[in-house]
C-alpha cells in the first residue's frame, strides 16, 4: 500500500478565519492537498485540490460569489500536472468544498466518485450550499457515477481503505483510514485542533465537529499518525509511511 501527498496550490486567508481567536492582523498561507493511494488493484485520488482556471480567475470561474474574496490563490503544479487521471479509478472526496472538490473536473468522467449521502444531498439543497460556502461549479455538471456511502464504510471490502464518518465542518464530511495513518481533512486545519478545538469561524456544526476532533485525537492518542487538513508545518509533499492497521 502505498500514498502520496501532493500540494496542488496554496491559499492564503486571514488568520481569524481560520482559527478562532487568531489575531485580525495576520494572515495564513496554507497548503491544499491531495492524496494518491495505490493497492494492488486500485488508484484512489483523495480529494482533488484547486481547478487552475479557478486559480487564474477565481471570480470568473466561479461566479463571485460572496465570501471568494477572502482568499488568495496560487499554484505551481495542479492535480493533473503530478499524476496521470487516467490511471485513477476511484475519487474519494473528504466533503464538497471548492479546495477539495475543485479540480474534479479534471478526471476523466468514467471514474466514480464517492462521497458521503449527507455530503451531497446538502452540496445540492439551495440552503446548505448558502450556509456551508459550497461552489457547485466545483462538483455538478457531470455525468459521473456517483457512489453514496452512510457512515463509516469499507471502502474496498478488505478493510484496507476505510472511510470515516466525521461531520462538523460540512454536514457529510468524511476522513480516509489506510492502515495507521489517517486522512484527517478538515476535520481541523491544523494539527493542534485536535486538542485546542480552535476550528475556522465558518462550519456546519461546531458540536458535531467537536466531536469528530475528540474521535480523531483517540486515533492519534492511539498510535496512529492523523493528518489535519491544511496545516504547512506537517504536509510535506512526498510518500507518506503506511503502517498495519490497529485494531
Known amino acids: 500500500m502505498n500514498v502520496e501527498l501532493l500540494i496542488t496550490g496554496w491559499l492564503t486567508a486571514n488568520a481569524s478565519l481560520l482559527r478562532e481567536g487568531a489575531s485580525a492582523e495576520e ?67 473528504t466533503h464538497l468544498h471548492f479546495d477539495h472538490a475543485g479540480a474534479l473536473a479534471l478526471v476523466p468522467a468514467a471514474v466514480p466518485v464517492v462521497v458521503q449521502r449527507a455530503e451531497w444531498a446538502a452540496g445540492h439543497d439551495d440552503a446548505a450550499i448558502r450556509r456551508n460556502f459550497y461552489l457547485p461549479q466545483a462538483y455538478a455538471g457531470t455525468e459521473r457515477k456517483v457512489e453514496l456511502v452512510d457512515g463509516d464504510h469499507d471502502l474496498l471490502g478488505d478493510g484496507s481503505v476505510r472511510l470515516l464518518l466525521t461531520p462538523g ?52 492518542d492511539a498510535g496512529l499518525t492523523v493528518l489535519p487538513g491544511h496545516d504547512a508545518d506537517v504536509l510535506r509533499p512526498g510518500p507518506l509511511l503506511v503502517g498495519a492497521a490497529r485494531r
Open 27 to 93: 494572515s495564513i498561507r496554507f497548503p491544499v492537498p491531495a492524496y494518491v493511494v495505490e493497492t494492488a488493484t486500485e488508484r484512489i485520488l483523495v480529494d482533488t485540490g484547486l481547478h487552475p482556471a479557478a486559480v487564474a480567475d477565481p471570480a470568473g470561474f466561479y461566479g463571485s460569489p460572496p465570501g471568494l474574496a477572502l482568499f488568495g490563490f496560487e499554484q505551481e503544479l495542479s492535480i493533473a500536472d503530478q499524476v496521470d487521471l487516467t490511471t485513477i479509478t476511484k475519487v474519494v472526496l
Open 169 to 220: 465542518h460540512t454536514p457529510g464530511h468524511q476522513s480516509v483510514r489506510i492502515g495507521d495513518l489517517v486522512l484527517g481533512a478538515d476535520v481541523t486545519h491544523f494539527a493542534s485542533g485536535l486538542d485546542d478545538h480552535r476550528f475556522p469561524v465558518f462550519g456546519d456544526d461546531r458540536a458535531a465537529q467537536g466531536r469528530s476532533a475528540e474521535r480523531l485525537k483517540g486515533l492519534r
